[in-house]
């Protein structure tokens, strides 16, 4: 059944990050159900989600929690116009999400997914100060980073794979050191030169706190970020803060910015926000923001972005189910020993020859493979012998990494870390 | 409750498209409950939704069958990672898709909204030609053209409202023409001219089919498409038709670009895909365009484009409970009679001297007003006025324009259309 379900598969459909000539020698799993932490295929194979569908699931596949919320929620509606209307599910998760994100994030523009949310802070961002008379074309985010695949989400983005082939058609962007890959205070220094030779011409700087996830699961100390917070308000620029894979939880505090002490200008958020259901983004921002755009309609300074399923009510009401299952089950007080469990059966590994290094934060645990040339994608075949074992990792390259949904029990994580340790050793 | 939650609402959140200064004095409704072509507010006042909650819902709301199917596929799976996994929904989906839109369009790439939706195109578009070793770094849309939010798809837009303010962000496009406002050999002549003008350098041209929705629901012919096929043909460009808003059955057949006759070369659906229900896009295109990122992996011709929820499980089955639905009930033949009523009933509004010209493509009926300076904002009062009588409209400008669920009753449809025609006599 898995083998028919394939082949009708590669007939019409083309998968996202996917080399389709690929799948001649590697079989594309048709899944027929999900529970929990695993999903299962249609030949009775059964596979742990140790990297929580690409970073989304929180709770688990078909949550009874929120299965139970979603049927709910079609019976008295599913979606409304989003503009001169509005609804309880989307005050709902507006207000919470502005009570638990950092201090001075009082607003909140929803969108689609996580790239409609960086178009958005971008946009706000630069038209914020047109709105006062000034033109500032130019972003700066850091090297070896990831932020989207829509035009402007990918212009801030540092990685040549999907990049480079577009440049022709990217707006020029600035990259400056990452604290990921060189000395802090270098990294630091560069953006304070960038920011001042293009003093006024800045609109805002753009990062993903702690872990460049996209970028090799590179991670960074919180220290960087209270510096840069310092250095943005000093050169007057925003700064905009990329949660989209670390938030919710992923770097052990609900949100990564938490750990740095600080309030981006924008913070932007999606996938765990409606624990790996569906498509739903939030842009929160401050007042100051808010405030640049409130004027009379014929002033023309609205900030008039818009999608049809903006503030969609079914995707509000899981994210609502969602931030229930943060507060009654105490999350992420309970992840903290699931975290200290994957650091204490990762860290030896670290003196295996094959690996460069081990690194973690929080949910989030990168084990850096070394002396493997790239045209042999050593990921894809510990992906594939893994995947025997019943384990299913999705390595970036010679990067494997753990992201598992929170639910994941002790004897999961046990399993999970124990078939990559056995690979390590054989491969 | 009205007033009580409009309140919380506009402490926490800033609406799509949407002067939020403009709530001082025009109410925020917050919706309790939708039921097939209704929705009712927390005061018991009820609206029909002639807009189709900014047209995406096809067959109501909480449409009891689609409800079903959601309950159904929540029990088994929301969402898995689409990248090396599959599910049922998704290939039925693109079997379907693929079905029952023109011919020579073979393969489905999905995304989130009909902005991702265009950016893919343009990405595909641009890289099908720098896989062969060109770069073709222009793209050519219509005058009065919209294509979505995103810094690539606003950059083909021609909304001035939208897309002012940003020029100095956006990749410089080409506007050519449009049968909606010139002549339609003008509009190919120029369309030809631009193409030889910029002969090797151009990559697609862009068109919303029939009509320009977001453009003031300006409306041409087929012939136009049919023309413009051939001169893409004859140019060696590819032509993307922007099937966002007028697919699914809104102009009178199942896709626009059937009444020309034609297949474009990529063809992007959103909105109605899912009924109205949640985010979902899919953007069709041919063997060709797929072969030209087919090869081995160290080639580097990939297509990696990506969000976290491609191919989202929930999303694809609702959408094929959506075309269930069109199946069973055999909806576009149903729809004729409903079209000619909308058409009979407002054909005669033309006559009056506040109407500048009425006009209708499908289930899409555009009454233009004239006479109202600008800043009398006219389309607003009407909003308002039809408001108080269970009418919901939302104008453009001086444009109100009817795009009801598909489920509309002949009786609703004479509410709908005689509550304008009674303000038009007053207003």
Redesign the interface.
Same mark, same amino acid.
């Given at each position: 059944m898995n083998e028919k %379900? @394939?082949k009708? =598969?590669l007939?019409?459909?083309?998968?996202?990050?996917?080399? @389709?000539?690929?799948h001649e020698k590697?079989p594309?799993?048709?899944?027929?159900?999900?529970k929990g932490a695993y999903?299962y295929d249609f030949d009775g194979n059964v596979y742990l989600?140790c990297?929580s +569908?690409?970073?989304?699931?929180l709770f688990g596949? +078909?949550?009874d929690y929120?299965?139970s919320k979603?049927?709910e929620q079609?019976?008295?509606?599913?979606?409304?116009?989003?503009?001169?209307?509005?609804?309880?599910p989307?005050?709902d998760l507006?207000?919470r999400l502005?009570n638990i994100t950092p201090e001075g994030l009082?607003?909140?523009?929803?969108?689609?997914?996580?790239?409609?949310a960086i178009?958005i802070a971008?946009?706000m961002s630069?038209?914020y100060f047109?709105n006062r008379g000034e033109?500032r074309?130019l972003f700066v985010s850091l090297e070896n980073s990831y932020h989207?695949?829509? @035009?402007?989400?990918l212009?801030i983005s540092d990685n040549g794979?999907?990049k480079e082939?577009?440049s =022709?058609?990217?707006?020029k962007t600035i990259q400056a050191k990452s604290p990921s890959l060189v000395d802090e205070d270098e990294a630091i220094n560069d953006m304070r030169n960038i920011l001042k030779k293009h003093k006024g011409k800045i609109a805002s700087v753009v990062i993903e706190p702690l872990v460049q996830c996209a970028g090799s699961m590179k991670m960074y100390n919180p220290s960087y970020i209270t510096k840069l917070r310092a250095l943005c308000d000093e050169m007057k620029v925003f700064l905009i803060a990329d949660e989209i894979a670390v938030g919710f939880g992923r770097t052990g505090s609900m949100f990564a910015c938490e750990q740095a002490g600080i309030s981006p200008d924008f913070l932007c958020l999606?996938?765990g926000i409606t624990g790996?259901? @569906?498509?739903?983004s939030a842009v929160l921002f401050t007042e100051d923001i808010?405030d640049a755009?409130?004027?009379?309609?014929?002033e023309?300074k +609205?900030?008039? =972005?818009?999608? +049809?399923?903006?503030?969609?009510t %079914?995707?509000c009401a899981v994210a609502n189910a969602v931030l229930d299952i943060f507060e009654k089950e105490n999350v992420i007080e309970k992840n903290r020993e699931k975290i200290k469990l994957i650091s204490e059966l990762t860290k030896s590994l670290a003196n295996l020859n094959n690996v460069k290094e081990v690194r973690q934060r929080g949910m989030i645990c990168a084990i850096e493979l070394q002396g493997y040339a790239p045209?042999k994608?050593i990921g894809l075949k510990f992906?594939q012998e893994a995947l025997k074992e019943g384990v299913y990792i999705?390595p970036l390259g010679n990067i494997i990494y753990f992201m598992p949904p929170y639910i994941i029990t002790n004897e999961e994580i046990k399993k999970m870390v124990g078939v990559v340790e056995k690979l390590l050793h054989i491969m």
């Amino acid at each position: 059944m898995n083998e028919k %379900l @394939m082949k009708e =598969d590669l007939k019409y459909i083309f998968h996202p990050c996917t080399q @389709m000539k690929d799948h001649e020698k590697i079989p594309l799993i048709p899944i027929k159900k999900g529970k929990g932490a695993y999903i299962y295929d249609f030949d009775g194979n059964v596979y742990l989600d140790c990297i929580s +569908s690409w970073w989304v699931n929180l709770f688990g596949h +078909s949550n009874d929690y929120i299965n139970s919320k979603i049927k709910e929620q079609i019976e008295e509606l599913e979606h409304v116009i989003f503009a001169g209307f509005t609804h309880k599910p989307a005050i709902d998760l507006a207000r919470r999400l502005v009570n638990i994100t950092p201090e001075g994030l009082e607003k909140v523009f929803f969108a689609d997914n996580g790239s409609s949310a960086i178009e958005i802070a971008l946009k706000m961002s630069f038209q914020y100060f047109k709105n006062r008379g000034e033109s500032r074309p130019l972003f700066v985010s850091l090297e070896n980073s990831y932020h989207g695949e829509t @035009m402007g989400a990918l212009a801030i983005s540092d990685n040549g794979l999907y990049k480079e082939v577009y440049s =022709d058609i990217l707006l020029k962007t600035i990259q400056a050191k990452s604290p990921s890959l060189v000395d802090e205070d270098e990294a630091i220094n560069d953006m304070r030169n960038i920011l001042k030779k293009h003093k006024g011409k800045i609109a805002s700087v753009v990062i993903e706190p702690l872990v460049q996830c996209a970028g090799s699961m590179k991670m960074y100390n919180p220290s960087y970020i209270t510096k840069l917070r310092a250095l943005c308000d000093e050169m007057k620029v925003f700064l905009i803060a990329d949660e989209i894979a670390v938030g919710f939880g992923r770097t052990g505090s609900m949100f990564a910015c938490e750990q740095a002490g600080i309030s981006p200008d924008f913070l932007c958020l999606s996938k765990g926000i409606t624990g790996g259901y @569906m498509p739903l983004s939030a842009v929160l921002f401050t007042e100051d923001i808010y405030d640049a755009f409130y004027c009379d309609y014929n002033e023309g300074k +609205s900030f008039l =972005d818009s999608h +049809s399923y903006t503030g969609n009510t %079914l995707a509000c009401a899981v994210a609502n189910a969602v931030l229930d299952i943060f507060e009654k089950e105490n999350v992420i007080e309970k992840n903290r020993e699931k975290i200290k469990l994957i650091s204490e059966l990762t860290k030896s590994l670290a003196n295996l020859n094959n690996v460069k290094e081990v690194r973690q934060r929080g949910m989030i645990c990168a084990i850096e493979l070394q002396g493997y040339a790239p045209e042999k994608r050593i990921g894809l075949k510990f992906f594939q012998e893994a995947l025997k074992e019943g384990v299913y990792i999705r390595p970036l390259g010679n990067i494997i990494y753990f992201m598992p949904p929170y639910i994941i029990t002790n004897e999961e994580i046990k399993k999970m870390v124990g078939v990559v340790e056995k690979l390590l050793h054989i491969m």
